[in-house]
C-alpha cells in the first residue's frame, strides 16, 4: 500500500497516483483508493490539471465529495507554499532558471496572467517579490509607477519582470516585448537595472533577456 511504501522507502519512489491515494484515504464502492486516485488523475491530466480545479470543480468528480475535496486542495496549497519564497532565507538569483525554480510550482497553476517584480540587492539576493497586476498584460495594467515601488522602497539594486501564462505556453506576445522594452526604459531612468523578465508556463519557462530582446 502507498502509505507503507512512503514510511519504508520514503515519498520520492512514490507515483503521482500512490501520493494522490494517501491523501484521499479511502476509496469507493468497486473501486480502491490506488484505482481513484488513477481515475482522477487521468480524468483531469495530470497533477497540473488537478491544481488547476477549484474546490467545487473537484467535488464533481465521482468519488471526491466537499471534504475530501477541501483537504486535497488545502495539501496542494501547502505544497505551492512550501517552495514560494522564503524571506529569511534570501536566495541568489543568477539565471533565469533560479527565477523560475523559486516560482515555478506556485505560478504554473494560476488561471489569470500574474505580473509581479522581484527585487535584488547589488549581490542579487532576492529582497522580495511584490505583486503588481491581474489580468491580460499590457501598458494600462502595468504602470512603471507600480513595477518601481516596492524597488525603490527596498532600495534595490535591480528587478527582474516575472509573469506567467495559463495556457502553459511562455512564449512571449507581442504584448509581453512592449511591456518589457517601457519599464527597462523606466529603469534606467531611476537607476534601478531590469535585468530580465522571466515568463512562466506549465513546467517551461522563456527568459527575455536570453532571446536577446533586453
Not at 47 to 70: C, D, F, M, P, R
Not at 119 to 143: A, M, Q, Y
Not at 147 to 159: Q, W
Not at 169 to 198: F, N, Q, Y
Amino acid at each position: 500500500m502507498p502509505r507503507e511504501r512512503l514510511c519504508l522507502l520514503g515519498p520520492e519512489v512514490l507515483s503521482n497516483s500512490e501520493i494522490l491515494a494517501i491523501l484521499l484515504r479511502t476509496g469507493i464502492k468497486g473501486e480502491n483508493v490506488l484505482t481513484l486516485a488513477e481515475r482522477i488523475l487521468a480524468g483531469v491530466g495530470g497533477l497540473s490539471g488537478l491544481g488547476k480545479l477549484t474546490v467545487h470543480e473537484l467535488a464533481q468528480i465521482h468519488g471526491l465529495g466537499k471534504a475530501k475535496s477541501a483537504e486535497l486542495k488545502a495539501a496542494l496549497e501547502l505544497g505551492r507554499r512550501s517552495v514560494s519564497v522564503d524571506p529569511m532565507s534570501r536566495p541568489t538569483v543568477n539565471s533565469p532558471q533560479d527565477v523560475a525554480h523559486i516560482v515555478m510550482e506556485e505560478m504554473r497553476y494560476l488561471d489569470r496572467e500574474h505580473f509581479r517584480v522581484v527585487s535584488l540587492s547589488t549581490k542579487n539576493h532576492v529582497l522580495g517579490i511584490s505583486p503588481v497586476s491581474i489580468g491580460s498584460l499590457n501598458s494600462s495594467l502595468v504602470h512603471p509607477r507600480e513595477c518601481f515601488k516596492e524597488a525603490i522602497r527596498r532600495n534595490s539594486n535591480a528587478i527582474i519582470l516575472l509573469h506567467n501564462h495559463p495556457s502553459g505556453d511562455p512564449t512571449p506576445s507581442k504584448e509581453d516585448i512592449d511591456v518589457t522594452r517601457r519599464l527597462a526604459d523606466g529603469g534606467k531612468i531611476l537607476g534601478i537595472e531590469v535585468l530580465d523578465h522571466v515568463i512562466i508556463g506549465d513546467n517551461r519557462y522563456v527568459s527575455l533577456k536570453e532571446r536577446g530582446i533586453l
